[in-house]
């Protein structure tokens, strides 16, 4: 008995069936991938509200503090023992974020902001932008809140 194979008309179905497959899936992989940076970039200005905090017991950081009512990027923190302080806590020498949208798909500048009132140790922490809006600390920004429903069309979640 020969085997013969595959035939060519086998072979391009297979193929067709697979870039169809291909193209549905891609664009919601790319939105997966966005929304895990966005959620990698939260956690990571969540930790940097909570490290200057801390940062702000220590009392040689809490002498280079300066007070901040308007959000100021992290990587331009005024007093070099201050910002030694937060960024040796985290083991870093600049902050960057990955994620170039917002949950609402609208493009972030991915740059972290911070607030500080060091007499009252309070913190505010913003990814993206400046407003409340892009708020990561101590709440959570309407830009910045993910769907949790983009996983339900394979997990068949139920809305309640």
Request: hydrophobic share 40%; proline share 2%.
């Amino acid at each position: 008995m020969r085997n013969k194979g595959f035939s060519l008309i086998e072979l391009i179905i297979v193929i067709a069936i697979m870039a169809v497959l291909a193209g549905a899936l891609a664009p919601m992989l790319i939105r997966h991938i966005n929304k895990t940076r966005l959620t990698v970039d939260i956690d990571t200005g969540s930790e940097i509200a909570r490290t200057i905090v801390a940062a702000v017991t220590v009392e040689k950081a809490y002498d280079a503090a300066k007070d901040h009512n308007t959000p100021i990027n992290v990587n331009d923190m005024d007093d070099q023992d201050f910002k030694d302080e937060v960024f040796n806590s985290l083991g870093k020498s600049s902050f960057k974020g990955t994620a170039k949208k917002d949950a609402n798909g609208d493009p972030l500048d991915q740059n972290y902001y911070y607030t500080l009132d060091y007499t009252r140790n309070k913190v505010a922490v913003y990814y993206g932008g400046k407003d409340d809006a892009h708020m990561v600390y101590p709440t959570l920004g309407s830009k910045l809140i993910l769907n949790q429903l983009w996983g339900c069309f394979f997990l068949s979640c139920k809305i309640q």
